[in-house]
């Protein structure tokens, strides 16, 4: 038996709990600190949180430097979608030479939208010998790592669909109130131009990502404007009943589009209600995969494994700002030790 990684964690609302849990229960995990700066969780102890079987008694603290010691492998960062809000905290974590795990959907793939950003992250990071990741369920891997994989046995590849299909009621509260669940038409229709409610962030990280593996010279990618999935019968949700004519969950899109033709399609299903759920991809070209996940794989739960497996590939890989196409193949690593 080898060493444990020693990780501390940076956010512990709804999905950073799910991490949380998660690491406690990992033989190859050392839990060495958490940070939140939620006044709820002032004075707590992460054990009075977290209600599984052997949680340490880590103090709940607001700042993050003080944990940050060189025995420190890894920080798992788990708050904001955003590049730009979590940089700063990166680079800390950078100078202070640890490695990086973070869910913010926009890390999955910066380099097109932030590219000054990413090359002075890549670069602090290379320069102290440690790796950045940004990864989840979605984007990091169904939407986008997974078809670059299945593309390895094509002779050509023409055209890529990938379709998520989710019954947003099986999801923690915020994640359904993020798509917009029990809203009117015209709440809806607000909320997502006000940006109060943002729908499904990553889509085109999750594009720019297989255009960048696979080569492919592209015109234009564009992620279409969420529409609201509506309610045709009423039906009783954790957000309380769902009335006809309500909306239950959303439908976005993207495309990358060479002239007129689209060559890259995803598209995303996030709502409440009694159908199938799947995860499906196809491929065309030679030969012509399809590829589905019957039930699809759970979006919380498969976020906080794909984080928590992804802790000793980001430790042992290259320095620099990694995507997941950069790193060697994720799997389940709950029985990987410290080298």
Known sequence: MGKKFNIIQVGLGPMGQLVAKLLVKRKNIKFAGIVDIDPAFEGKTLDEII???????????KELEPLLTKKIDLVIIATSSFFETIAPM?????????????????????????????????????EKGVTIVGSGINPGYLMDLLPIALTAPCETVEKIHVTRMMNSSRRRIPFQKKIG???TISEFNKKISDKEITGHVGLEESIQMIVSALGFDVDEIIEFPPNAMITEKAFDSPLGRVEEGYVRGLHSRGVAKK???????????????????????????????????????????GTASMIVNLIPKTVNAQPGLLTMKDLPTPCYTGKIWKE
Not at 51 to 61: E, H
């Open 51 to 61: 209600d599984i079987p052997k949680t340490p008694k880590l103090p709940i603290v």
């Open 259 to 301: 002239g007129d033709r689209e060559i890259i399609i995803l598209d995303f299903y996030a709502y409440s209600g009694d159908h199938d759920e799947y995860d499906s991809i196809t491929i065309e070209g030679v030969p012509g995969i399809q590829q589905k996940i019957i039930g699809g794989v759970h979006g919380d739960v």
């Open 90 to 126: 990166i680079m800390q974590i950078i100078e202070a030479g640890a490695n990086v795990l973070t869910l913010c959907e926009q890390l999955s793939y910066p380099w097109d939208f932030h590219p000054e950003l990413s090359a002075k992250i890549d670069e602090a990071a290379k």
């Open 181 to 183: 669940t029990n809203l």
